[in-house]
């Protein structure tokens, strides 16, 4: 009997040692990211690793993601039909958490929690008129939470037009400060994480196009041989650090000659002798406009008008330009012979 009772006591032991040994073979778990970006259009990878066999039923299950490139959010088959990986996009928005579950047939449920965060594809404001050579801050979008840190990076890029081509700036920072401002550009701002790059819209910042300004006086019909009274408004925009001015008059169909160089008319300009034409030259860098032109006709008094008397009067004039009595009549003895 106590032989017996020992060979039982073996066999029961060996049984267990069997037992425990199956069990712990017959496992599975689920790998992959724990720690994502939201969004983009590739998926993270997860793997299901362990002792299935290719008949084994599963069935996956995902929360707060979408599995591409299928959709949905669960999948079912035998390990032989579907696979043992699959691919999630996880969902944008407010919430940090997402859970992949995985059911097998054979061995059971497991599951995989995983922390996300959403970086805002944002870029404000849309767009910005700013000076020449000052600078203009673009504001990028960044992620809604630091439950974890996930591997992502930031690219500036800049191009000529909406539709670009764009090139790295080289900057990898979330905002983009450009200085000086030296010319319109359209910028966006890529996000790169999982293999792939998700951008932003596009934004402008833009330098306004040079305004030459304008020139206006309330009476055009003046006295012979006074000063028009003329206001303005200066010059703006351009691709220049500063504008330069000139204001031009031409008298009695005369050439355009200059008279003063500031934004407001020059207090030291000739005297209106005659039918005058009077506009403002702007010039910024290689870029020349000229504002709208006046014309002033003058008035006479008894003192400015020639007598009526039978007479002849000769001018010989030594300087070029003159081409109107009106003219001839203010130029010194010196400039003129008259006879």
Do not use: H
């Not at 801050?137 to 037009?161: K, L, M, Q, V």
């Not at 909406?162 to 030296?182: A, D, R």
């Not at 055009?220 to 504008?243: D, E, K, R």
């Amino acid at each position: 009997m106590k032989r017996a009772y020992t060979y039982r006591v073996i066999l029961v032991l060996a049984f267990g040692m069997l037992a425990a040994n199956w069990c712990a073979a017959q496992t599975f778990s689920i790998s992959g990211s724990t720690c994502v970006v939201a969004g983009g259009t590739l998926g993270y990878v997860y793997t299901l690793s362990g002792s299935y066999q290719s008949t084994d039923n599963l069935t996956w299950t995902v929360t707060g993601g979408t599995i591409t490139p299928s959709g949905g959010t669960s999948k079912s088959g035998t390990v032989a039909q579907i696979g043992i990986q699959l691919k999630v996009i996880w969902d944008v928005g407010t919430s940090t958490s997402g859970t992949i579950q995985c059911y097998d047939s054979r061995l059971g449920t497991k599951s995989l929690s995983v922390t996300k965060i959403t970086i805002a594809t944002t870029a404000t404001p849309s767009s910005q008129s700013v000076g020449y050579g000052t600078s203009a801050t673009i504001t990028g979008g960044g992620p809604n939470s630091s439950a974890c840190s996930p591997a992502y990076s930031f690219r500036w890029e800049s191009g000529p037009t909406s539709s670009g081509p764009f090139n790295s700036l080289g900057v990898t920072s979330q905002n983009l400060t450009v200085s000086p401002v030296q010319q319109s550009a359209y910028y966006r701002r890529g996000t790169s994480f999982n293999g792939e790059t998700v951008y932003t819209p596009v934004v402008s910042i833009s330098v306004p196009p040079l305004n030459p300004g304008s020139i206006s006086a309330s009476v055009t019909s003046i006295a012979y041989n006074t000063q028009p009274s003329i206001t303005q408004t200066a010059g703006s925009g351009g691709s220049c650090s500063s504008l330069t001015y000139e204001w031009q008059q031409s008298v009695e169909g005369s050439p355009w000659r200059a008279i003063g160089a500031s934004a407001a008319y020059p207090s030291g300009a000739p005297a209106v002798i005659g039918t005058t034409r009077i506009r403002r030259k702007v010039t910024c860098g290689n870029q020349v406009l000229f504002t709208n032109e006046l014309v002033f006709t003058t008035t006479y008094t008894s003192a400015n008008k020639e007598t009526s008397q039978n007479y002849i009067r000769t001018n010989d004039i030594w300087m070029p330009g003159i081409n109107s009595f009106a003219q001839a009549d203010q130029l010194s003895i010196g400039n003129k012979q008259q006879t």
